[in-house]
Nanobody, 121 residues
Framework: EVQLVESGGGLVQAGGSLRLSCAAS????????IGWFRQAPGKEREGVSC????????HYADSVKGRFTITSDNAKNTVYLQMNSLKPEDTAVYYC??????????????WGQGTQVTVSS
């Protein structure tokens, strides 16, 4: 059974930091890209960042470049999203997903349940 379990969300003040984790199981981790997506109330889902664990290739949305960093611990089948200099507009439910193509505009195959990130001003 494929599972993607996010953790690390919470409430933080603007300018603060959070680290999200995505623990993956049930598929060959190295074969898949892991992406982080977010959806704020009343808005469309947005791709945030993704990483191909086999070669470390990463992509970031322009809105988070320089503030967010995605990394992969292949020994733990876990991907992290370090979020620094958080802004109120980063408030959303954050989802991790697994897909075969490491881009942010591709429909990923497997999805986690999401974790809430709230940034107060």
């Amino acid at each position: 059974e494929v599972q993607l379990v996010e953790s690390g969300g919470g409430l933080v003040q603007a300018g603060g930091s959070l680290r999200l984790s995505c623990a993956a199981s049930g598929f060959t981790f190295d074969d898949y890209a892991i992406g982080w997506f977010r959806q704020a109330p009343g808005k469309e889902r947005e791709g945030v960042s993704c990483i191909m664990s086999s070669d470390g290739m990463t992509h970031y949305a322009d809105s988070v470049k320089g503030r967010f960093t995605i990394t992969s611990d292949n020994a733990k089948n876990t991907v992290y999203l370090q979020m620094n200099s958080l802004k109120p507009e980063d408030t959303a439910v954050y989802y991790c997903a697994a897909g075969l193509i490491p881009t942010l505009d591709y429909e990923y195959d497997y999805w986690g349940q999401g974790t809430q990130v709230t940034v107060s001003s």
